[in-house]
Nanobody, 118 residues
Framework: QAQLAESGGGLVQPGGSLKLSCAAS????????MRWYRQAPGKERELVAH????????NYLDSVRGRFTISRDNANKAVYLQMNSLRPEDTAVYYC???????????WGHGTQVTVSS
């Protein structure tokens, strides 16, 4: 059974940093593109960052580009999101997602809360 487990969320002051981790199991991780989504209260879920199977190509939401970095470790079946210069508007539940190339569905984690507040 495919599973994704996020960790690393928490409360941080504006301008601070957090690193989210997502541990994968139950599927062939190296074959899947990986994404981080987020959902703030009262808003729709949005795609924050995407990384391809090789880890060489990444794309970002405009508002996080230059502040967030997505990376993956295929040997250890994990994907990460380094978040710097955090802003209150980054407050959301962050979800890890795995999708096989060419497919429309995928696997979701349960999410981790990130709160940016002074």
């Amino acid at each position: 059974q495919a599973q994704l487990a996020e960790s690393g969320g928490g409360l941080v002051q504006p301008g601070g940093s957090l690193k989210l981790s997502c541990a994968a199991s139950g599927f062939v991780f190296i074959n899947y593109n990986m994404r981080w989504y987020r959902q703030a209260p009262g808003k729709e879920r949005e795609l924050v960052a995407h990384i391809d199977t090789t880890g060489r190509r990444a794309n970002y939401l405009d508002s996080v580009r230059g502040r967030f970095t997505i990376s993956r470790d295929n040997a250890n079946k994990a994907v990460y999101l380094q978040m710097n210069s955090l802003r209150p508007e980054d407050t959301a539940v962050y979800y890890c997602h795995a999708r096989y190339p060419g497919h429309t569905d995928g696997h979701w984690g349960h999410g981790t809360q990130v709160t940016v507040s002074s």
